[in-house]
């Protein structure tokens, strides 16, 4: 396997654009509308509608569909119905592990309801320094360079950065303890309720970013989606950022291979450590519904792309 740093795999392939924002756009309307708390030009969750099945309740492939359920060789994984919780496969969906940069999804959703998109933070040595020390998948950021949060979203999503979440968290918390005892606190009011953060990237100091599981992971991305913005983010493949004043020019490119590959994918967000191994968080539309999973755990990075395709091609004909 080729060499890897901390946070997550291969960029993807080319997107779709138009496709993507017309799945983006169904997501809105598949998902079942949570109470908004509002911030300027834009709306997130903040609490939302239950599950339809107990966290803790037991999922399988259920009927007929039980012989032909595809084989999945992660520690752990889930898929569920968007708009109404159904689980419709499991495997060890609440088994509690590292999640890797799926952390960064909590780090988003929380800056989304701290933030303005248009605020500008400037990047430090520290947040540099902090990616580079740990050997963790970075958006190239330098030293002084300004971003707008919307940006640094978009760095932080696409190629991972953990110089970008530390920036995020520094202004955010403020500080990085601060900051995690936020996404503890939303955690909890999402009712994440076998979570618990570390740090806001996922890396592997310390206590390996914190602990997940399959169902939360799902639980918070069926929240996380309904706040377009975020929703936007998570379903591009290519984001350009031309050079001003500010910064210089950046191409970040998502490491989702699921986008441009599978017919309406909608995103979300993959990591990697060892602890972890190799996850994925993910979402696509597919007959006339949307669908979100995780897959933890994975030995093979391209292997939980392809458990991703399987499930979601199968659960296409699960009625």
Not at 4 to 24: E, F, N, Y
Not at 57 to 71: E, H, I, L, Q
Not at 160 to 180: I, N
Request: positive net charge; charged residues 25%; aromatic residues 4%.
């Amino acid at each position: 396997m080729a060499h890897m740093r901390i946070g997550d795999a291969r960029p993807s392939r080319r997107l779709r654009p138009a496709s993507l924002c017309a799945a983006a756009l169904a997501l809105a309307c598949a998902v079942t509308a949570a109470p908004a708390h509002a911030t300027t030009r834009h709306t997130t969750a903040r609490t939302g509608t239950a599950w339809a099945v107990p966290v803790g309740a037991p999922a399988v492939p259920v009927g007929a569909s039980m012989r032909t359920a595809p084989k999945v060789h992660a520690r752990a994984a889930l898929l569920v119905d968007a708009a109404t919780g159904e689980e419709l496969y499991a495997r060890r969906a609440g088994r509690r592990a590292p999640v890797a940069s799926l952390v960064k999804v909590m780090t988003a959703y929380v800056v989304l309801r701290e933030a303005r998109l248009s605020d500008v933070i400037k990047i430090t040595k520290a947040d540099v320094r902090h990616a580079v020390r740990h050997g963790a998948t970075r958006a190239g950021l330098r030293a002084g360079e300004r971003f707008t949060v919307r940006d640094l979203l978009y760095a932080l999503m696409l190629p991972s950065g953990a110089d970008a979440s530390h920036a995020l968290a520094r202004r955010y918390g403020p500080g990085t303890g601060r900051f995690v005892a936020k996404m503890n606190a939303v955690a909890r009011e999402l009712g994440l309720r076998d979570t618990r953060y570390a740090n806001p990237d996922g890396l592997p100091h310390p206590a390996n970013g914190g602990r997940s599981t399959a169902r939360d992971q799902v639980r918070l991305a069926r929240f996380a989606l309904r706040h377009p913005e975020l929703s936007r983010i998570a379903a591009t493949g290519r984001h350009t950022v031309r050079r001003t004043e500010a910064h210089r020019a950046h191409v970040w490119r998502n490491t989702n291979e699921l986008l441009g590959s599978l017919p309406g994918a909608l995103g979300v967000k993959t990591g990697y450590t060892r602890a972890a191994g190799f996850c994925l968080l993910f979402a696509a539309r597919r007959e006339g519904r949307v669908l979100i999973g995780a897959v933890l755990g994975e030995s093979r990075s391209d292997r939980r792309f392809s458990t991703a395709r399987r499930l979601v091609e199968w659960a296409g004909g699960v009625r």
